[in-house]
């Protein structure tokens, strides 16, 4: 079992940054994939970001590439979510989610740990 607690989310403005930050329990996490997804009200969770167990691979959705960058540190069970020039159309409440593989997926039903979400808000 891989307890997941997410941190950073809030309020600023357009054009600003965040950094969540989700640290996970348990001896096992460098052996997992983990991922970011968001939520916005009347809509369907969808992918943000992934990395895989090692850290070497990532892939992002179209809509953060070359904003949002993921990372990890797996000596200290964290993995990042580093949000630069926000939109009002990032707000979202954003999940982080755990992988028992060490590749990543785009699916959130191919994760396997989630945890209870961070709200982050874009004002305009």
């Known amino acids: 079992q891989v307890q997941l607690v997410e941190s950073g989310g809030g309020l600023v403005q357009a054009g600003g940054s965040l950094n969540l930050s989700c640290a996970a329990s348990?001896?096992?996490?460098?052996?997992?994939?983990m991922g970011w997804f968001r939520q916005a009200p009347g809509k369907e969770r969808e992918f943000v970001a992934a990395?895989?167990?090692?850290?070497?691979?990532?892939n992002y959705a179209d809509s953060v590439k070359g904003r949002f960058t993921i990372s990890r540190d797996n000596a200290k069970n964290t993995v990042y979510l580093q949000m630069n020039s926000l939109k009002p159309e990032d707000t979202a409440v954003y999940y982080c989610?755990?992988?028992?593989?060490?590749?990543?997926?785009?699916?959130?039903?191919?994760?396997?740990?989630w945890g209870q979400g961070t709200q982050v808000t874009v004002s305009s």
């Open positions: 989610a755990a992988r028992r593989f060490t590749l990543t997926a785009v699916v959130p039903a191919q994760y396997d740990y």
């Open positions: 348990g001896r096992t996490f460098s052996t997992y994939a």
């Open positions: 990395i895989s167990s090692s850290g070497a691979r990532t």
